[in-house]
């Protein structure tokens, strides 16, 4: 059998300004105006979008809707409606498998495709990303932006490129000339501390990193090295993987600057704790384990896990839950740059009874 070398082909396509898209589209009369997808101005809960006229004003999703009220005193700001969003997204998605069954979903708003064989026996990637952005325009009334590339860094790296409603197609031969000027903090996997360390070695740019051996890097990073050495090559084997039977449900995000407070963390896991509740409840699913997740500044990263006799029944639940987790933190003595939280385990519990009477009250099963 003849192994096939031809470079593969993926679409990344990342919606703009997703739930503020979406709200904007149902209430008209909030186009054109400075808008916070998030908590009330006067909590300390965290904008989860902001639209192109809040970004004007340096708003950014992860910050405090009090910071944001400051900023632009004239800013709407409306609670999320996340079944309203996953209805959506699974509208797209739908359309996504008109094109191909390998999409790996990587939020509501975002998926890879790989088309390098598809449905509609379409060569041409660019025209099927074009069909793509067209249809999900046609039927939802959103934009999205697509990069096309030979790999998963380069398509994304693509799509962020001529947002909103843009399309940026990176052909093999083009790849070097378009990363070389990326700031390394660009590249997945590097965050603050990893870009500090290349900045003390005087790499700022993909093309500075591209200059280092492969000796070099390894003696720097270990293991990571490789990866840097590749990346800055172009070079990313990862393959898109198409959805499967999820285990787990669950809801996470980067702060753009790190938490020092726990407010505003608490504020963050409330509106997580609904959303992966609705997108659970949209699959007929009910978890019995609640695992929060949280990245400290310096990259070191925690979990902490409840689970519990029966199912949790409200999202609520789910919020207090992690609350108390969060206690078994550093939060608020450590600034955190994520967190997020999952909820697992959707089987029935086998439960001894005591006198033919199983227990009424969630019990903690476990308590890593």
């Known amino acids: 059998m003849v192994s096939d070398h031809r470079p593969r082909k993926i679409i990344h396509v990342d919606m703009d300004m997703f739930y503020a898209a979406v709200e904007m589209r149902d209430r008209p009369e909030l186009r054109g105006k400075p808008l916070v997808v998030g908590g009330r101005p006067d909590s300390r809960s965290v904008a989860t979008t902001a639209n192109y006229e809040a970004r004007r004003f340096g708003i950014h999703s992860g910050m405090s809707c009090a910071q944001a009220r400051r900023l632009c005193p004239q800013c709407l700001f409306i609670p999320p409606d996340f079944k309203k969003y996953r209805q959506v997204s699974e509208q797209i998605h739908g359309i996504f498998h008109e094109f191909t069954d390998l999409v790996e979903s990587v939020s509501l708003d975002e998926a890879y495709l790989d088309v390098t064989r598809n449905k509609k026996n379409e060569p041409s990637a660019t025209r099927l990303a074009r069909e793509i952005k067209g249809r999900i325009l046609a039927a939802t009334g959103l934009t999205a932006s697509a990069g096309v590339a030979a790999n998963l860094f380069v398509a994304k790296i693509a799509s962020d490129a001529r947002k909103p409603d843009g399309l940026c197609v990176v052909r093999p031969e083009q790849v070097m000339a378009f990363i070389r000027p990326l700031p390394v903090i660009r590249i997945p996997s590097i965050g603050r501390v990893t870009d500090a360390r290349l900045q003390q070695l005087g790499i700022r740019t993909v093309a500075d990193l591209e200059k280092k051996p492969l000796e ?87 979990t902490r896990r409840r689970t519990f006799d029966v199912f949790l029944a409200s999202p609520e639940e789910i919020f207090r839950t992690a609350r108390e987790l969060l206690e078994r933190t550093e939060a608020g003595k450590r600034p955190v740059r994520l967190a997020g939280i999952s909820l697992s385990n959707f089987t029935p519990a086998r439960q001894k009874t005591e006198g033919g009477v199983a227990p009424l009250f969630a019990k903690v099963m476990s308590n890593e």
Request: proline share 5%.
């Open 216 to 302: 070099y890097l390894e003696r720097e990073f270990g293991k990571f090295g490789l990866y840097l050495y590749d990346i800055a090559r172009g070079i990313d084997e990862r393959p898109v993987t198409a959805w499967r039977e999820r285990q787990s449900y669950g809801a996470e995000e980067t702060f753009p600057r790190d938490i020092p407070e726990k407010g505003p963390l608490l504020e963050f896991l409330r509106e997580c704790a609904q959303r992966v509740f609705d997108e659970l409840a949209g699959e007929g699913k009910r978890g019995r384990t609640v695992t929060l997740k949280i990245k400290y500044a310096d990259f070191q990263t925690v």
